[in-house]
């Protein structure tokens, strides 16, 4: 059976190292982490847990509470969960509502959650006081990704930063007319992300003076359909039409870019769009965005969790995760006339 040892010996490298490539951990280059990657995969390593599980009585499994899976978020920070998982030896148990809100009776008040894992993260929800509670009785480490539940960790970017670092730009371009693409949705979905997103926008128009127009503010819904109606409707409206739109996340600037597109709008010489995210879509199609890293929130909180579970201290104050400006062609500056 082939061991970590193998791995580092056919890569040339040390056992730690493979051990940082495999969960996705800093300190080793990219080249290195390739060349460990594609030996592991060679030689058809796979990492043990029935003898951590023997020692131990535990499932060697962590849980994985979301709304859905098939949102870009979701989807990004499960691969980083994963990885640093599989680099343990332990197994992702995936919980999901469906997006229908439906089974979080099962999920929370029978023996799912309490007897199958050693560890949970919830992403982005909303919890119900009965359901906090019984997450706050759990005996395992749990932790949020992706948004703030108060009396839980959570791992994430800093959402006002990064709205206000979307609106300073557009107001530095010289934009004063800025509309704002909403997020939020049903089922407790995205729970604190759009309204920490939606008051840091207000908070920027307001330091520099600008107007924030009730015709300019629109749900989207975090999703590609809902943004492209929510943008339609805004550039639609009478009287003066924006410069500029920040929609809260990329799926819904793409929305915004079409709808644009369908009035004969160019982009960004009539009008300028940013979002949030850095979506995989977001290069190709020019979009000026606010990047983040889910994969890498996830992979920080599942190490974070294995780490308690290995008998480190806890830390009650995860980090919050980097994001960054990232100019593309989809801004420029208002129209002159």
Not at 56 to 81: D, H, Q
Not at 254 to 265: K, N, Q, T
Not at 298 to 325: F, M, S
């Amino acid at each position: 059976m082939t061991g970590i040892d193998d791995v580092a010996r056919a890569a040339g490298v040390s056992t730690a190292t493979v051990s940082r490539a495999l969960r996705g951990l800093t300190g080793v280059s990219a080249a290195t982490r390739d060349r460990v990657l594609q030996t592991a995969d060679s030689l058809g390593y796979e990492p043990s847990s029935s003898a951590a599980h023997l020692a131990s009585g535990r499932t060697m499994a962590m849980g994985v509470l979301l709304p859905m899976i098939e949102r870009w978020y979701f989807a990004s920070a499960l691969e980083g969960v994963d990885r640093a998982l599989r680099a343990a030896g332990y197994d992702l148990i995936v919980f999901s509502l469906g997006g229908s809100g439906t089974n979080r009776q099962r999920v929370f008040h029978r023996s799912m959650l309490r007897k199958r894992i050693d560890a949970l993260l919830v992403m982005c929800m909303q919890l119900t006081p009965d359901e906090l509670a019984d997450l706050q009785a759990l005996e395992y480490p749990n932790v949020i990704v992706g948004g703030h539940v108060d009396g839980l960790r959570s791992v994430s970017v800093d959402d006002a930063a990064a709205a206000t670092d979307a609106a300073e730009y557009l107001i530095s371009l010289g934009h004063t007319r800025i509309a704002h693409l909403k997020g939020g949705g049903a089922y407790g979905i995205d729970f604190d992300v759009p309204r920490r997103r939606e008051q840091a926008f207000r908070d920027t128009m307001a330091r520099h003076g600008l107007p924030v127009r009730p015709e300019w503010q629109a749900m989207g819904g975090f999703r590609f359909a809902g943004g492209k109606i929510a943008a339609g409707q805004l550039l639609d409206a009478p009287g003066e039409r924006p410069t500029a739109i920040f929609a809260s996340a990329d799926e819904m600037a793409f929305g915004a870019l079409l709808a644009a597109h369908e009035r004969g709008l160019r982009v960004p010489e009539d009008l300028s769009v940013v979002g949030i995210d850095d979506h995989e879509f977001a290069e190709p199609m020019g979009l000026t965005t606010i990047r983040q890293r889910p994969d890498e929130q996830g992979a920080y909180a599942a190490e974070l969790l294995l780490g308690e579970l290995q008998g480190k201290a806890r830390l009650d104050v995860p980090r919050i995760q980097p994001h960054e400006l990232v100019v593309r062609a989809s801004t420029g500056p208002p129209p002159s006339s």
